[in-house]
C-alpha cells in the first residue's frame, strides 16, 4: 500500500505565481517529512524538510506545512521561476531525521511557464 | 569528488546475465542507501549501511539482489540472474552520519539497468 501519497501527477503554473504541491501519509510512525526535487536523467536533491514537532517551516521561496490531524503536508513555492520546473518528491521517514530510511510519494511534475 | 558517483549511468542486460552496479559516496560519508526507482514511481528503499555495516536489508525484492561495503566507502549492487522486473533506475543516496541524524541524504544520478 502507498503509504506516501501525491495525488497530482502533474501542474501548470504561470511564472511568478505560487506553486503549491500536496502530498498525503497514511502511517502515523512518520515523524520527519522532506521534498525533494528532481530533474532528467539527475538524482533527486534535498529542497526542504520539516520536523513533526513543527508545522511550518520556510526557506527562501520554499514553505512546508504540515497537518498532522489531517497526516497531510504541502508544499509552497512563492514566486515560482521556470528553473522550478521538475518533478518533486515527498518523502517521510519514521526514524527521526532526514539520514534515515524515507518512504517515497510518486511525484508531482510541476511546470513553469512563461 | 564533489557528490555521489554512480557507475556505469547505463546498463543494458540481457534476462539471466548478472550485473553489477557501483557507486562511490562523497568522501567520509558514514551512511549509504541504495534506492529502485522504476518508471513513474518514486524512490524505493533497498538497503542501507552504517560504514561497512548492513543494518538494513529489507527493501531487496528477493535473494537475486546482494549489496556490500567492504571497506566502509565504495559500495556495490549486484542483481543475478536478471529478470524483466529489474528493469529500473538504482539510485545511491549518501550522509555524513548515521540514521537519525538529521543529515539529508545525497543521492547519485543513478544507474539505468534495462533487462531485455
Known amino acids: 500500500d502507498q503509504q506516501v501519497k501525491q495525488n497530482s501527477p502533474s501542474l501548470s503554473v504561470q511564472e511568478g505565481r505560487i506553486s503549491i504541491l500536496n502530498c498525503d501519509y497514511t502511517?502515523?510512525?512518520?515523524?520527519?517529512f522532506l521534498w525533494y526535487k528532481k530533474y532528467p536523467a539527475e538524482g533527486p536533491t534535498f529542497l526542504i524538510s520539516?520536523?513533526?514537532?513543527?508545522d511550518k517551516n520556510e526557506d527562501g521561496r520554499f514553505t512546508v506545512f504540515l497537518n498532522k490531524s489531517a497526516k497531510h503536508l504541502s508544499l509552497h513555492i512563492v514566486p515560482s521561476q521556470p528553473g522550478d520546473s521538475a518533478v518533486y518528491f515527498c518523502?517521510?521517514?519514521?526514524?527521526?531525521?532526514?539520514?534515515?530510511?524515507?518512504?517515497f510519494g510518486t511525484g508531482t511534475r510541476l511546470q513553469v511557464t512563461l | 569528488g564533489a557528490g555521489v558517483s554512480q557507475s556505469p549511468r547505463y546498463k543494458v542486460a540481457k534476462r539471466g546475465q548478472d550485473v553489477a552496479l557501483r557507486c562511490d559516496p562523497i568522501?567520509?560519508?558514514?551512511?549509504l542507501f541504495w534506492y529502485q526507482q522504476a518508471l513513474g514511481q518514486g524512490p524505493e528503499f533497498l538497503t542501507y549501511?552504517?560504514?561497512?555495516?548492513?543494518?538494513?536489508k529489507s527493501g531487496l525484492p528477493s535473494d537475486r539482489f546482494f549489496a556490500e561495503r567492504p571497506e566502509g566507502s565504495v559500495s556495490t549492487l549486484k542483481i543475478q540472474r536478471t529478470q524483466q522486473e529489474d528493469s529500473a533506475v538504482y539510485l545511491c543516496?549518501?550522509?555524513?552520519?548515521?540514521?537519525?541524524?538529521?543529515?539529508?541524504?545525497?543521492f547519485g544520478n543513478g544507474t539505468r539497468l534495462t533487462v531485455t
Open positions: 520539516i520536523s513533526s514537532i513543527k
Open positions: 518523502a517521510a521517514s519514521a526514524l527521526g531525521g532526514t539520514a534515515s530510511k524515507l518512504t
Open positions: 549501511f552504517q560504514n561497512e555495516a548492513q543494518l538494513d
Open positions: 543516496a549518501s550522509s555524513p552520519r548515521g540514521q537519525g541524524s538529521g543529515s539529508p541524504l545525497h
Open positions: 568522501s567520509g560519508h558514514v551512511s
Open positions: 502511517n502515523s510512525m512518520f515523524d520527519y
